[in-house]
């Protein structure tokens, strides 16, 4: 496993020709943190990996626990992180030439008492007015600390009443609900997105198709189950799909481990089947690549990626990749 300090290092030994340089990217999915896994990923580091060669104009601020007061927990600490979001946006705006970040989809605990998240809620828009969902992601799993980026403390987060009420909550006021969970709890995410019909719930990381712990070496084995499962939810029409996320090494690539990292051809002959029945089930207009930085980066470098994503779009028309590269994010954010 590569430590953040070796990173830049070792993603040089790929460089690639940028692919369709000039088309607009907006990057729906990133995070930002001032110490986290001994590294630093803050505007400066942003901006190395979106200026890396590909037209990155905007990007959506996904939680991440960044900026909070541990000492002082609460209802409140995770406004704590959209301030800290919005100074760094403000710093960003005055260079309007770099990418922008355009929104940002915050933490709460959706299992608050109503009037209580509301008040939160109100506190993050207060915060910045682009504050425009929550991610309170429902990711379990009983081998978790085993795993690197290991999600939450609490199973079947999903079917709680009052979990499914905030999700709800957030759709009566216009907001947008991220997550992210392990595949084992497609099924419970299913039922969440039925009980909440009117909020926008957005998919993260194809369900995070696990192929590390007790998964180790079957993931595409039960590739078919997964498709089956993506397939139900993509009935579900207030659900998006997020895509990218699937280098995390929690999937059990492996590139995170190797002497080398991956190029974009690699890439796309390990993943591409994942994206194409996404797209096809969920439409283009339901689609957004994005990049999971600098999460996936510990497997893949930020122009590699990008690179990849074009080679995985090249099968579909104009409208198509418009949707998938920038539209969707756009609209879904409202950027």
Known sequence: MFYPSDLNGWHDQIREAIIDPAREIVDPHHHLWPDRLGSVYELSELWADTGSGHNVTKTVFIECGAGYDRGNAGPFDPV??????????????????????????AHADLCLPPDVLGDVLDAHQAAWPLFRGIRHAGAFDPERD????????????????????????????????????????????????????????????????MGTVRFAGQREERFAQWQEEMSLIAQCPNVVAKLGGLAMPVNGFGWDGRDTPPGSDELVAAQAHYYHHMIDVFGPDRCMFESNFPVDKLSVSYPVYWNAMKKIAARYDEAAKTAMFSGTAARVYRL
């Open 80 to 105: 704590r992180e959209t301030e800290y979001v919005a100074g760094l946006a403000a710093q960003a705006a005055r260079e309007p030439d770099r990418a922008q970040i355009a929104a940002i989809v």
């Open 146 to 209: 085993r795993i690197m980026f290991r999600g939450g403390e609490i199973p079947h987060l999903y079917l709680n009443a009052d979990f499914q009420r905030g999700v709800a909550m957030l759709g009566a006021r216009g907001m947008t609900y991220d997550t992210w969970h392990f595949h084992p709890q497609n099924g419970e995410f299913l039922q969440l997105a039925r009980a909440c019909p009117d909020t926008t719930i957005i998919l993260d990381h194809f369900g995070t198709p």
